[in-house]
C-alpha cells in the first residue's frame, strides 16, 4: 500500500507562488513517476506535471513556464506553482505510478483570489 500526503495549499493572489510538497510512504521501493494533477469543481481531473526517475518532466501546456516538478529522488515531490491565475484554483493530488499501479492523495486546495 502507498499513502500521500500533500501539503502546501492555500489562498494566493493571483500573481502570487505556493510551493506544494507530497510525502510518500509504504510499499514505494518501485516508484516510476511522480507529479501532480489537478481537479476544479466539475471539470475532469488534469494532469499538471509529471517527473520520472531520471528526472525528466512533463507540464501541461496551461502551466509550462510557470511550474516546476521536483523530487528528491526518493519518495518526496514538489510542485512550485509561480504567476498563479484564478484558473489555477483547484485541489491538486500528488500522484505516483508504483509499477504499473497509480495512487494519489487526498488533495490540497489551491485558491487564487483577490
Known amino acids: 500500500q502507498v499513502q500521500l500526503v500533500e501539503s502546501g495549499g492555500g489562498l494566493v493572489q493571483p500573481g502570487g507562488s505556493l510551493r506544494l510538497s507530497c510525502a510518500a510512504s509504504?510499499?514505494?521501493?518501485?516508484?516510476?513517476?511522480m507529479g501532480w494533477y489537478r481537479q476544479a469543481p466539475g471539470k475532469q481531473r488534469e494532469l499538471v506535471a509529471t517527473?520520472?526517475?531520471?528526472?525528466?518532466t512533463t507540464y501541461a501546456d496551461s502551466v509550462k513556464g510557470r511550474f516546476t516538478v521536483s523530487r528528491d529522488n526518493a519518495k518526496n515531490t514538489f510542485l512550485q506553482m509561480n504567476s498563479l491565475k484564478p484558473e489555477d484554483t483547484a485541489v491538486y493530488y500528488c500522484?505516483?505510478?508504483?509499477?504499473?499501479?497509480?495512487?494519489w492523495g487526498q488533495g490540497t486546495q489551491v485558491t487564487v483570489s483577490s
Open positions: 500522484y505516483v505510478l508504483v509499477g504499473v499501479r497509480p495512487y
Open positions: 509504504g510499499s514505494i521501493f518501485n516508484i516510476i513517476v
Open positions: 517527473i520520472g526517475n531520471s528526472g525528466r
